[in-house]
């Protein structure tokens, strides 16, 4: 980015960010293709020439937005899976971080999810930045020790063999389903913003206890 005559590097960086955070709000609320360029410009207080020259285009904004959000879960989500803690702290860990996560920012599972389907070689860019190395090289340590902790469970009777995959895919699918499925749920449960607050804190407490049940051997 080349920068302006006359303007300081901190206000420089200052409203590279406010533009970021409103584009963020924008995409995340409406998705890439439903957002405008000018809808963002209003909500970062610039207009759109200074938002181009930030970014260039549409589609550098949403990529790096895409990078900002989607950072937000994958890296911690990468450490508990392969962090040295027992399997039902990794189920209370990920089950926790996650709602709170999507608690702050609802329609951030839709968000994402939409930009993977559309743009699927995002998330292998997005790992490798986060990795230093390919998509699989960067969760095959984590997801090798868990699968090593399952076998050892199942092992000692204490839970049924399931893979590392089949259990992850579980756990995040049953933390993601209501925030991506919220319109559905609001309409068929009549739920309002605080009772559906109410629901998925409800959901902190049961989740983990439903996910340790169905492992039992």
């Known amino acids: 980015m080349v920068k302006k005559r006359g303007e300081s590097r901190n206000d420089d960086g200052e409203t590279e960010l406010r533009i970021l955070a409103a584009a963020t709000s924008v995409f995340i609320r409406r998705g890439t293709s439903g957002a405008r360029m000018q809808e963002i410009a209003e909500e970062a207080g610039v207009n759109q020439a200074l938002l181009h020259y930030y970014f260039r285009s549409k589609e550098r ?45 609802p329609f951030l599972p839709g968000y ?17 930045g986060i990795a230093g190395s390919d998509m699989k090289d960067a969760l095959r340590p984590a997801f090798e020790k868990l699968d090593r902790q399952l076998a050892t469970e199942a092992r000692a009777g204490r839970m049924r063999r399931m893979s590392a995959q089949q259990f992850f895919v579980n756990l995040i699918s049953l933390c993601v389903f209501p925030f991506a499925a919220r319109p559905m749920l609001s309409a068929a449960f009549g739920f309002n913003d605080a009772e559906f607050a109410r629901f998925i804190e409800q959901r902190r407490k049961e989740l983990p206890l439903y996910v340790r049940n169905a492992m039992q051997p």
């Open 61 to 105: 904004l949403s990529t790096a937005v895409f990078r900002e959000t989607a950072g937000r879960m994958f890296p911690a989500i990468i450490d508990f899976v392969g962090a040295d803690m027992p399997v039902v702290e990794k189920i209370d860990r990920i089950v926790d971080m996650y709602l709170t996560t999507m608690s702050r920012a």
């Open 112 to 128: 994402i999810i939409s930009e993977i389907h559309h743009h699927p070689g995002r998330i292998q860019q997005l790992l490798a």
